[in-house]
């Protein structure tokens, strides 16, 4: 067993975990945040998409010891309060998700790509950034559309700042 | 009507949940005591478990228990059914091999559970499982369909000889043979449709909390229709009496049929959890999810078409060998009989249609249902001929479709099936107009100059779905009826609560069933809740497959709605002094039609539960229930056109454009309908061109993980451009057809269409990989 102490959603955990316990698996588990999913068991599907230190990882594939001392941000706190995140509204707006699972997967690596692309994303990128998330109810469609949109709602708010 | 009633785009309720990570899946539950169950599975296709030795696991930090199959039989948990009595042509019964949910004696699929380890935590049983020590004496397998019936293959059930488990017909042979005898021109297919792995994003899971106090069990799972699971539990696996067993579906991440089935792992959950007195969880990983859950398709099929000098189709002559893999499921019997034969008519009159299907055990994971069931594999023989006869009679694919389209409605087909209404030439217009049909050839040429291979593909589809007519489903041999229920609440402050037998695992049911009641009453959504998933709650239901919760599930509503609102009225009238016949129900108020004299729907509520001032001899309170059972199939239809560019340096195809035209009768939220056809269609371009359940001869499942069996990714699809026509289904009160399914059973002939189109050969079997594209290119 190993202490671990990570910032979650910007409140401080601790928890002594076994070596191998995922990341995912103390999220969901030893924290109760159940948002994060799991979809496969290959790094495949991207459901568990969470922010470490600002950038999109695969939380199934990275040990909950490998991220002690890091900030963590998932489904749970990437919307302020009752704002909910642009890219949270986009899919709603656009019915970006309709079985609900591999969302909060697609929503945190869609916030990463916007942030990493700034204005500049295009269908064919969005399309190939999104090659590690799988989503098998909505055919992708809608979900391009929304991450176009809040993409373009983030640089207007931008700018306007 | 208003902003939020029939035919709007209302964004979904139910997202907020999801969006924040709010939503509620099986594998989310954590109950006090709660234990975890990890399974011991077989690495054999097929062979005799010689013995099993627990004791080391047993002995293992925090193992609570070690079961095996014998157990569970001893304790007379029943064997696992097929819910759906098929007939062979010499009248015999289905051939139904034992499958019991832990296997005390044979395996005859790798992954087939043989003993359980219930543990402390996840990890704990999975250590244990691992050191489960079991002997296997290994016997000879076979995966193929053809290969299974073949004279000398390894027998998998002594109840059926030659692995035949029914040899099916429909239709007249001797007419159809005599037709396609006479014809001038036959054209004949030899079509594989691939086997799939449905593959919804959420794993299943199951947990199960018996209550000793009161001798209840609770079973939360991840089911499409969690009264149905409670009754073949209760009647069939021997868990619990139903009365003592509540099943919940709380939310569900995707089904497309494949969580309808009741699978053993929830039966042995149900049975650990009584045996330790525990809650026991389990949830699948993918790799499980590969080995276990039932697959779909997996067809081998001779189809021959035969026209007339006119280019009239006189008949159609099918034989399908249909893999069910080891053992038979829920409903496997019906998918390659009743919901795929009867669907050979396709869009055309086709006086003569005879169908053989024969059906055969293989040592693989059972094949069901999965999105289209039948009617996808049917729409591939039938689309794939009428383009492939198009070709060899040298005319138009969408010219030879329209000579034969059906154009009056109801429509007798020779095998069963009453269409009741459609207009294909419509939505064929509509779809060849936004493909720009007439401009294919010069974009041909264009991509020709750059050194590519363009193709078109058409496909014009039909199927039957708001499953069914239980009277006409029973005397084909289903089990059950395929009714469904509803209740409506009216709170006596006027919010109201829907209870639904349908189950939403994505569908939107939350907002669309709200969006009927607000139609209706004239109140906002937000006042309208509606519950599902709970045996608890919901008086009965039959779940959610088949396209069925619009044209039966909200049918059901619409009754319940309308004795509610006739209560209502009397009620009114009653207050109003009016008489009932002139009493309206509108933006939420209750009105004497032709006065000014008007009260708000909640005040009549409160009247009907306050009781101080009611009609003579009327009971209190504003709550009314329905079974609704349908008169018919639904018949959605449409075109699908398909546009492909195939590089033939990689073989690679890239999908130009996709049109789709559908015809599913009444919208209730277009927004929803365009996300099922979006997702459907994606399906079908997985199964043209990417995905592909495969065993090794050994029966070892060779793409059991997503880094194996190509799931369609963003980059693998296009956007689409979806429009509708509209024929109002005569057959249900909101003249709906069910839009679940069509993007799944249209899609796979329309891109194999347009691939054979660009590279210029005759057929090609899907998945149409870069490989198999490129080596048909170059021979």
Redesign the interface.
Known sequence: MTTVSITVNGKTTAADV?D?TLLVSYL??TL???????????S??G?CVVHVDGKAIKSCTVLAVQVSGSSVT???G??KGDD?HPV?VA???H?G????????GM?MAAVDIINRHGGHLD??T???E??G?????????????AILDAASKMQVAVAAE | MGVEGIGQRVARKEDKRFITGKGRYTDDMKLPGMTHAIFVRSPHAHAKVTSIDTAKAASMPGVVAVLTGAELVADRIGNLICGWMVHSKDGSPMKMGAWPAMAPETVRFVGQAVAVVIAETRDQARDAAEAVSVDYEELPAVVSVLDAIAPGAPQLHPEAPGNKIYEWSIGDKAATDAALAGAAHVVTLDITNNRLVPNPMEPRSAVAAYDSGDDQLTLWTTSQNPHLARLVLSAFYNVAPEHKLRVIAPDVGGGFGSKIYIYPEEVVALWASRKVNRPVKWTSDRTEAFLTDAHGRDHVTKAELAFDINHKILGLRVHTYANLGAYMSLFSSAVPTYLYATLLSGQYVIPNIYAEVDSVYTNSVAVDAYRGAGRPEATYVVERLMETAARELKVDPAELRRKNFITSFPYQTPVIMTYDAGDYNASLDVALKAADYAGFPARKAEAKARGKLRGIGLSCYIEACGIAPSKAVGSLGAGVGLWESAEVRVNPVGTVEVLTGSHSHGQGHETTFAQLVSDRLGIPTSQVSVLHGDTDKVQFGMGTYGSRSGAVGMSAIVKAMEKVEAKAKKIAAHLMEAAEGDIVIENGEVKVAGTDKKMPFALVALAAYTGHNLPEGMEPGLKETSFYDPTNFTFPAGTYVCEVEVDPETGHTTIANFVAADDFGRLINPMIVEGQVHGGVVQGIGQALLEGARYSAEGQLLTASYMDYAMPRADDVPSFELHHTTTLCPGNPLGMKGCGEAGAIGSPPAVINAITDAIGIRDLTMPATPDKVWSAIHG
Request: hydrophobic fraction near 25%; charged fraction near 20%.
């Open positions: 076994e191998r969901r588990e109760g945040l159940t948002g994060t999913h799991v979809g496969c068991d290959t495949q599907c459901a998932t489904i749970e990437l919307s909910l949270q899919f709603r707006e019915h998700l309709q079985c609900g699972f591999c969302t909060p929503i269908e064919q969005v399309r190939h999104l090659e998330n799988i989503c098998r109810c909505t055919g992708y469609h809608n979900i391009v559309k």
